[in-house]
């Protein structure tokens, strides 16, 4: 087994143990990580969960590593954009909430109010969403060129 055959097991494994985590909400992601920080688990469990997901198929797909195609190419570069914004969730989320808990509420200020946390959810959605868009998309396109031949 090959380093990135391995480092592809983990981070799968990582990812959807994060998953199970976060679809069944479990008590864990409300501690605080550390006495007197107020960071949520949560906060650092979901982030590991957003860089694993588009990192896991970044490694998973050769095409988005060495792309032989425009398309695929193409492809490489919108993975790689989720990368860095899954990177970046955190640091923009701060900016965005105000706080390591995301918490919003209705004020007429930017942080911390009702656009911010619009803001917030499609970030989070999108980087998601976006991934396994990507990689529906490139089994699609390995699904057109096999019937192509």
Request: glycine fraction near 8%; aromatic fraction near 12%; hydrophobic fraction near 55%.
């Amino acid at each position: 087994m090959t380093n990135r055959n391995a480092t592809l097991i983990v981070l799968v494994a990582i990812t959807l143990t994060i998953g199970v985590l976060l679809f069944l909400g479990t008590p864990i992601l409300s501690k605080s990580l550390f006495e007197g920080i107020t960071i949520p688990a949560g906060t650092l469990i979901t982030w590991l969960g957003l860089i694993g997901l588009p990192l896991s198929i970044f490694i998973g797909v050769v095409e988005f590593r060495k792309p032989s195609n425009k398309w695929f190419r193409f492809l490489s570069i919108l993975i790689k954009t989720i990368l860095v914004l899954a990177i970046l969730w955190v640091p923009i989320s701060y900016l965005l909430s105000g706080s390591f808990s995301f918490n919003y509420s209705n004020t007429d200020s930017f942080q911390g109010g009702h656009i911010a946390m619009k803001i917030f959810w499609i970030l989070s959605y999108g980087i998601a969403i976006g991934s396994l868009s990507i990689l529906i998309l490139y089994w699609i396109s390995l699904l057109v060129k096999k019937i192509k031949k």
